[in-house]
């Protein structure tokens, strides 16, 4: 499914403190609501981060103070939806900021979208990824291996996804992941009982991101992305 002029800029940024992402999520959603007409997914890894979701409660995170910080675990509140969750190194993030026009303005089909689009990126290193009927997310098996929580201000979208790729696991032990008590944790490298690297996943995704979206990736470079970024922010200030 493809449409005709949507371009989605791609980056892959490495490893990004939260707070970083976060604002540049900010400064993308804000241009595309003055004059950025191409949509933009920022893939990534976090160090350790702890994120709760405007549907959350704190009471979901079974540790503190000393046992977060010996552990280097950072903690933030945000606007998605969703309860809690862990980041970490070894998990592919994904923040798509996207216009969703016409028949896309539908908040459950494009978390349903969201899904589709891992769930083929782990066929395609043999791993099944499924649904489960009125929660989000995917599972393999019985265990959860990817997090969705969203937000959506005028049909931009901001946050996304996380994919466990090769995520030390031992950290979800911190939270009751999604809120969900018993839930189990899984991930690609514990599915197939094998390393899998982050930037291998990065390919696949783009292109499955593509398909599922309807968008046609452009591939940049951090350097490039801050360079068109910046020519939209000086246009508009002259507009």
């Known amino acids: ?35 950025l007409e191409e949509d933009v997914l920022l893939l990534l890894e976090h ?26 675990v ?24 996207l216009r969703l026009d016409g028949g896309e303005r539908d908040v459950h089909l494009y978390m349903r979208r969201l899904e589709e689009v891992l769930i083929r990126v782990l066929s395609c290193f043999g791993i099944e990824g499924s649904r489960r009927e009125g929660l989000t997310g995917v599972w393999t098996g019985p ?28 950290f979800f032990d911190l939270i009751v992941p999604c809120g969900i008590a018993g839930l189990g944790v899984a991930s690609m490298s514990s599915a ?3 390393t899998v690297d982050v930037p291998d996943v990065v390919n696949r995704l783009g292109g499955e991101f593509g398909d599922v979206l309807g ?19 000086r246009e508009s200030e002259v507009a």
């Not at 801050?226 to 939209?232: A, K, N, P, Y």
Request: net charge positive; charged share 20%; glycine share 12%.
């Open 1 to 35: 499914m493809r449409f005709p002029g949507k371009t989605c800029y791609a980056v892959f940024l490495g490893t990004t403190d939260y707070a970083r992402a976060l604002q540049l999520q900010m400064q993308v959603c804000g241009l595309k609501k003055r004059s």
């Open 192 to 194: 197939l009982r094998r």
């Open 74 to 97: 950072q903690c933030y509140e945000v606007d998605r939806g969703g309860d809690i969750t862990f980041h970490g190194p070894g998990q592919l993030v994904g923040y798509p900021i």
């Open 47 to 72: 160090p350790p981060t702890i994120t709760l979701g405007r549907n959350g409660t704190w009471r979901h995170l079974l540790a503190r103070g000393e046992a977060l910080a010996s552990r280097g």
């Open 215 to 233: 968008r046609n990736l452009v591939w940049l470079s951090e350097n490039e992305l801050w360079g068109i970024l910046e020519g939209h922010a």
């Open 143 to 170: 265990k959860k291996i990817a997090a969705l929580g969203v937000h959506l201000s005028r049909w931009i979208t901001r946050h996304g996804f996380a994919l466990n790729v090769q995520t030390d696991l031992s």
